[in-house]
C-alpha cells in the first residue's frame, strides 16, 4: 500500500512564502497524477494544482500565478511552492495520488495570519 506524508505546514505572514512536500513510499508521481487540495474552516475540500506524470500542471484560479506544484522523481516527492500567501490560504493542504486518486496524504495546517 503506498502512503503519501506531507511535510508539517506552518504560520505564514500575509506575502510570505512556504513550501509543502509530499514524500511518496514508491515511485507513484512517474505512473500517476498527483494533486494538491486545500480545506478552509468551514468549506468544503478544493482542488488547488494538478501535475500529471508527464509533468502538465493546472491550478485552480484563486493560486494561479502564486503556486507551483512540482516534483523530484528521484526522490518520489512531490512539492508545492506558495507564494504571496493571502489569509484566505488558511486552509489544511492535502496531497493525493494513485490510479484511482484513492491514496491520500494525512494533511498538513497552514496559516496565513498577521
Known amino acids: 500500500q503506498v502512503n503519501l506524508v506531507e511535510s508539517v505546514g506552518g504560520l505564514v505572514q500575509p506575502g510570505g512564502s512556504l513550501r509543502l512536500s509530499c514524500a511518496a513510499s514508491?515511485?507513484?508521481?512517474?505512473?500517476?497524477?498527483m494533486r494538491w487540495y486545500r480545506q478552509g474552516p468551514g468549506k468544503q475540500r478544493e482542488l488547488v494544482a494538478t501535475?500529471?506524470?508527464?509533468?502538465?500542471?493546472n491550478y485552480a484560479d484563486s493560486v494561479k500565478g502564486r503556486f507551483t506544484v512540482s516534483k523530484d522523481n528521484a526522490k518520489i516527492t512531490a512539492y508545492l511552492q506558495m507564494n504571496n500567501l493571502k489569509p484566505e490560504d488558511t486552509a489544511v493542504y492535502y496531497c493525493?495520488?494513485?490510479?484511482?486518486?484513492?491514496?491520500w496524504g494525512q494533511g498538513t495546517q497552514v496559516t496565513v495570519s498577521s
Open positions: 493525493n495520488s494513485g490510479a484511482f486518486a484513492e491514496v
Open positions: 514508491e515511485s507513484i508521481f512517474s505512473v500517476y497524477a
Open positions: 501535475l500529471t506524470s508527464g509533468g502538465y500542471t
